[in-house]
């Protein structure tokens, strides 16, 4: 769009509620706190911070061998603990940070549930998310990082997606897995890739569905941050 | 479908916790719908490592674990099974798995 001047504007999109608004800063905050954790993690297994992911996935005798899939980080009051494709990471006063690992181990990959427990559980040095935790929290007793209620979440989550605030982390990948993926006569879904398809593809494949902000998405948190006088990713 | 038609005879990770997998089946008794469309939102399908012909839970232990317990059905669409012929990740067998009793 150009205006009468000749300066190039962009469309502003319609504006985010406070709740939306919220839990999209909670998705670049936790990809921030990975960012920052993963060389703790890294240094703990002994292994570089782009490796962790591969380390447990194709290096895992090694790792349980040497470190265990779970384990207090020294001094620090946090312990990891990985499972599935992805690893917590805990610390003693209660916050969570879940690492929903990506292709290629990238970290800043996000999943409603990881976001959820990040919000939840956080607390200062953090951001505190007070008015985003009475709003997602459930009404079941539980311990503090199971507290989240996923479909208070999903409602929220569902109106970002459709509003184009994420993207899937490898769009190629997925088709490419897709393409391997048939249901067999008992109803289960099989991944059958040809025999000479590397192990690190497979694994990538496995998580390419995973999210990461879209360009709208960073765009609608820069615009914020412009408009507000203290910056709340901080 | 019944756990054990999905003939899996282990699993990738060593451990599994025993409150967790009590909680589980506590939930899936309660509301089955709920329970499996909340893990898997969670956590994914269970996921099962097709490794030189022999099944191996790679994700959705504890879940696994639940549902043998109380003789509950797994839903088909909440389980993949993936071919990793050749893979050399470590495996146990159920009766090699160490039970802890706290919560995962």
Redesign the interface.
Known sequence: MTEANGAVTRPKPNPLDPIELGVLTACYDASLRRREMISMLADAIGVSADEVFYTWM?R??WL?DHYG?HRRLGTSGWAY?F????CDLRHDDGRLLRYDFGPGGRVDTFT??GVLQYVITSMLPWSDYSDLKLWLRGTEAA?ARFAGD?GKM?VVWDTLATRGMFQPAAPDLVALQSHYTSV?P????????P?ETP?TT?IDC?VAHRLVLSPIGVRILDDYTVAQPADPRR | ?TPQSLNVIGS????VFRVTVDEMAQAMTVDPGIFWA?AI?????I?VWEINGERFL???NHRYHAAMSIGADIP??A????????????TFRFNQMVWIPG??
């Open positions: 194709m895992r005798k349980l899939q603990f499972h599935g494709y992805e409603a549930w311990p996923l999903g067999g008992d109803g289960l879904t099989y991944i059958r890739f025999r192990e497979i496995a | 479908m990738t990770q060593l451990e909340n939102q969670r956590d994914g399908p996921e790679f994700n959705g088909t669409e389980v993949v099974v993936v071919d990793k012929t050749g893979s050399v990740i470590p919560r995962k």
